[in-house]
């Protein structure tokens, strides 16, 4: 009986060990990073040297399974790309539009003309100047 009993459990260990790793290969598969459609960028367009801008920037997400997670820049010269990082997390969502508003924050050290390039899901941009006295 004990050869039987273990049989029927080691089955089970087995069985609930591959349902497990099933699953969470699933729900691997249902999460993407990628980046917000800009569809506007608002605030002031002229600053001053060590002067902080605070613009506001609306998007929009594809589905209900996406969250906005942060703001990333990187800048090269006077040119600053903006990507805004949102998170699509699971495979049944809802199919509409979401809207959003975030704040990203400039500052130059420097005066000049700066491009600020927002990437698009698309790998294009929205481009917006700013101009620091």
Do not use: H
Request: hydrophobic fraction near 40%.
């Amino acid at each position: 009986m004990n050869i039987k009993r273990n049989i029927v459990w080691i089955a089970f260990v087995i069985s609930f060990l591959v349902l497990v790793n099933c699953r969470k290969k699933q729900e691997d598969t249902c999460v993407s990073n990628t980046t917000a459609q800009v569809t506007k960028v608002s605030g002031p367009r002229t600053i001053s040297v060590n002067q902080e801008a605070a613009l506001s920037v609306d998007y929009y997400l594809f589905n209900g399974c996406g969250n906005f997670e942060n703001i990333q820049s990187i800048s090269n010269d006077n040119t600053v790309v903006i990507s805004l990082i949102v998170k699509y997390q699971g495979c049944v969502c809802t199919d509409n539009l979401i809207t959003g508003q975030t704040i990203f924050k400039f500052k130059a050290a420097q005066p000049g003309i700066y491009y600020l390039k927002f990437l698009q899901p698309n790998k294009t941009y929205l481009i917006d100047t700013m101009t620091v006295n």
